[in-house]
């Protein structure tokens, strides 16, 4: 299929416009140049922002000379096409409208299609914040705007990753909003995460003589007894429940189809709770020993201990989670808004975010975006203009001389 690429200038002066134009720029993973230009393009038209950037990572910060400095960071990369781009502006009543959608923004137009709610629509928010904000008088903080690569694949990857090992200078802050969609509420800390292989072993032979063999695939069935076994707990910390998860995601095994499988691998996704670390985590699941001696590119370790005790273990992905950092005055300043706003309270994030990035440097940070996390990689994905700008004006009058603290 062949996208449009025509669209790589951005000239809106509303968030809407800002909206529309960077939904119009195809930015799946690995692909995000086009859109990192047309960024950096826009906010260099600016005086009172400073911009650097880093591969496809664009950041722009203000210079003010105030006592604070908050981050708003946001990812421009989206998850591959599924039929939903180009992106299409519903109009209220179009059948094509979710109902929930509909339900909560009746007169609302709606934007429609990939990247709309994770996350373009927090993008689009923090492009427009860095323009009209232009001056000392604005805002009671400096404020720095990150729109960076890669947050959809491999940690490798992570373009904030890139930026925080060879320019960890532009990222210097008091506090941290990461855009990811929260419907515009706070969501602190997250999960950890790691992703590994659980690996049996057999013996190959031709099938017509299975006994002179030995089935791996069959011995999987062990490992996923252990996954159905699993009870996920919910564990508070710092006041907020963290759920979570053991489960198998993928099963590859298997040489051939009339030769008895000499190796099996169970793909397992471990979702844990940030009051462990990410050492505590790997030792629950493999031992000590083997959460010592494994990690992403070392290969199969032996199990000594933990829940897989016994089974070859290769690590493919681990990041720590991150604990909630709601004490911070920032953080408790944009908390008491959002309640006041909405009555809503913060909660916990499940899903793993760049949140714990941040905070491995010492920065406190939440997760708040527009758009309903639940829609987010959706084929109907989709945000209500008026909820993208219930998100701006928060923001602004978030970001004024009325709730900041000095």
């Known amino acids: 299929m062949v996208y449009d690429m025509s669209m790589k200038t951005l000239t809106g002066t509303t968030v809407e416009t800002l909206f529309s134009q960077i939904m119009n720029i195809y930015s799946v993973s690995d692909e995000e140049t086009a859109l990192a230009d047309a ?5 260099s038209g600016f005086t009172h922002l400073e911009v650097h950037r880093h591969h496809d990572t664009v950041i722009a910060s ?28 519903l109009e209220p009543g179009s059948q094509r409208i979710r109902s929930d959608v509909a339900r909560d923004y009746p007169d609302s137009a709606v934007m429609w299609g990939r990247g709309a709610t994770d996350m373009k629509a927090s993008d689009a928010a923090f492009l427009y914040l860095a323009g009209v904000l232009d001056s000392a008088d604005a805002v009671q903080c400096d404020i720095t705007y990150v729109f960076y690569d890669h947050e959809e694949v491999q940690a490798e990857k992570n373009g904030l990753g890139r930026v925080v090992k060879s320019h960890p200078e532009w990222i210097q802050a008091d506090f941290a909003i990461i855009g990811e969609p929260t419907n515009g509420l706070i969501e602190g800390g997250c999960n950890g995460t790691m992703r590994f292989d659980v690996i049996t072993h057999g013996i190959a032979a031709h099938s017509a003589r299975a006994w002179m063999g030995d089935n791996a695939i069959h011995h999987a069935a062990r490992v996923l007894d252990l996954l159905n076994s699993y009870e996920p707990a919910t564990v508070n910390v710092d006041g907020l429940d963290y759920r979570e998860g053991l489960n198998a995601t993928m099963i590859s095994g298997g040489e051939g189809t009339n030769i008895i499988p000499q190796t099996c691998r169970v793909h397992v996704n471990y979702r844990f709770a940030p009051d462990k670390s990410l050492q505590d985590a790997k030792a629950l699941l493999m031992g000590e020993k083997c959460a010592a001696d494994s990690g992403v590119g070392v290969g199969a370790v032996r199990a000594e201990g933990g829940l897989f005790e016994g089974f070859d273990i290769e ?92």
């Open 62 to 89: 203000t210079h003010f000379n105030k006592a604070q400095r908050v981050l708003l960071v946001g990812h421009i990369d989206v998850v591959p096409v599924l039929d939903n781009f180009p992106p299409e502006v």
């Open 39 to 43: 960024i950096e393009e826009y906010l």
């Open 315 to 406: 690590m493919i992905d681990e990041s720590a989670g991150a604990r909630p950092g709601l004490n911070h005055p920032l953080v408790q300043s944009l908390v008491h808004l959002v309640r006041e706003k909405t009555g809503e309270d913060a909660r916990a994030k499940f899903g793993w975010t760049d949140v714990a990035r941040l905070s491995a440097l010492g920065i406190p940070a939440v997760n708040m975006g527009a758009g309903d996390p639940l829609l987010a990689h959706k084929t109907d994905e989709q945000v209500a203009m008026q909820a993208l700008q219930d998100y701006t004006q928060l923001l602004r009058i978030w970001l004024s001389a009325a709730h900041m603290v000095d």
